[in-house]
């Protein structure tokens, strides 16, 4: 029998969690008081984030260290299985090797505790008694409120309030964990009284709710706000993901041509991506790095690399990053956390010079079509940001069909060692976003 699995025991579970940024060959541009437009410090967070969290945001080290006592609540989940796609592979006749890495056996069914987690704990360390957040479609929403209540938290959440409408089940959960949860926006913050007052059927945003979520732990001493993606402690802890990824690969005996990841804010898409980065950086390998986004929401493709808001609002420092403009609203259907209108600025990070191209790919229309077939081929129908990594390995034409060429699973021609190397994914004319113009 074929193995489809490849399993590490919670021995393997990471020890440090890596940070990129002292490996880029370039600095990264500071974050910017919008007042004054000078760069500011880490005092800066301090209203809204524990002092350790901080400290890992900024922090020059390559690795910090995981507490042992988050690593024994990542045990109930943690390490994540890998997967080949064999019948995938079958049904497609493609050559290449296709290996996916599965967050969805976690509590929340996401990645999105492996951040949450670390957050709740140090801020429980520091006395905060009650942690503030945004969610859209509600996987951080739920993952915050899981390590609230596993670590003794109360747990605010604002909600985009088309999905607290369209996804009452994870409203549930949130709920079941003890959370509170509120449509944004609301009533309850200058912030979501501002929105309603031009639009009493506002949508909704992630934002809006991450302004209003600001907002409530600033004017309340005894809460911190807690950030589900976007800044570089968030992608730090994500970062568990690839590195069990690469000893999971070899154990399979191979590695990876080629690594996708879906992009949001850049959570899931760093988790897995960085730590295969930094083998690129290192210089023993040249593994292409492909970044997908949402047509609806092309940050990365068409969005500007210019300082802005991570809010609605303005209330945070203004960081460099590809966005859409802090007013930007998707449309009701695409309030999800793959529509928010930034990228992290680590995600986007880049010398000054070319910009890098980016993978567009839009949402396929399922009906009739091939793209169903990962559902029908395999045992498991991951959500999209559950699942990271694509492995492209060269093995014999199938005796069913000749090859394609133009197929999008063929093997890669080797490219120069780029960064990030992001692929442009052909794809359809996205609506023109809106905001910065």
């Known amino acids: 029998m074929q193995q489809t699995k490849f399993l590490l025991d919670e021995k393997r579970i990471p020890e440090s969690w890596y940070n990129l940024v002292p490996d880029l060959p370039f600095q990264l541009e500071p974050p910017l008081n919008p007042a004054t437009m000078e760069p500011v410090g880490p005092e800066a967070f301090a209203p809204i984030f524990p002092e350790e969290i901080i400290r890992q945001e900024v922090t ?102 088309v999905s607290y409408g369209q996804k009452p089940y994870r409203r549930i959960m949130m709920e079941t964990y003890g959370a509170e949860v509120y449509p944004s926006p609301t009533d309850l913050t200058q912030a979501g009284r501002d929105i309603l007052a031009e639009d009493p059927d506002s949508p909704g945003s992630l934002g809006i709710a991450i302004s209003e979520a600001v907002e409530d732990a600033v004017k309340h001493e005894d809460a911190k706000y807690s950030l589900g993606s976007v800044l570089n402690h968030v992608l730090l802890h994500q970062t568990v993901i690839g590195q069990e990824a690469l000893e999971q690969m070899e154990l399979a005996g191979e590695y990876p041509d080629v690594v996708v990841g879906c992009v949001g804010g850049g959570s899931n898409f760093g988790g897995i991506a960085f730590p295969f980065i930094r083998e690129n950086l290192k210089g023993n390998k040249d593994t292409r790095i492909i970044g997908v986004e949402p047509a609806s929401c092309p940050t990365l493709t068409k969005g500007r690399y210019v300082y802005d808001f991570g809010d609605t609002a303005g209330t945070t420092p203004m960081m460099k990053m590809y966005t859409l403009g802090h007013s930007f609203v998707p449309s009701g259907i695409h309030a999800g956390g793959l529509r928010y209108h930034g990228d992290s600025h680590r995600l986007g990070a880049r010398p000054r010079g070319p910009r890098r191209g980016a993978g567009l790919r839009p949402e396929p229309d399922l009906r009739g079509r091939r793209h169903v077939r990962q559902g029908r081929g395999h045992r498991a129908r991951p959500r999209s940001d559950a699942r990271h990594k694509g492995d492209h390995r060269p093995r014999p034409r199938s005796e069913r069909g000749r090859r394609r060429e133009d197929h999008p699973l063929q093997p890669l021609r080797p490219r120069p060692l780029r960064l990030l190397g992001l692929r442009a994914v052909p794809g359809g004319q996205p609506r023109q976003p809106g905001a910065l113009g």
């Open 60 to 161: 020059t080290e390559s690795y910090v260290p995981i507490p042992e006592e988050v690593r024994e609540i990542y045990a109930l989940w943690r390490p994540t299985p890998l997967f080949r796609a064999r019948r995938l592979e079958k049904l497609l006749d493609t050559p290449a090797h296709i290996y996916y890495k599965y967050e969805g056996v976690s509590p929340s069914g996401s990645h999105k505790p492996n951040t949450a987690i670390p957050q709740a704990f140090y801020n429980k360390q520091e006395g905060v008694r009650r942690l503030t957040t945004e969610t859209g479609a509600g996987q951080w929403g739920s993952s915050l409120a899981f390590a609230c209540e596993t670590l003794g938290l109360d747990c605010t959440v604002y909600m985009v309030r």
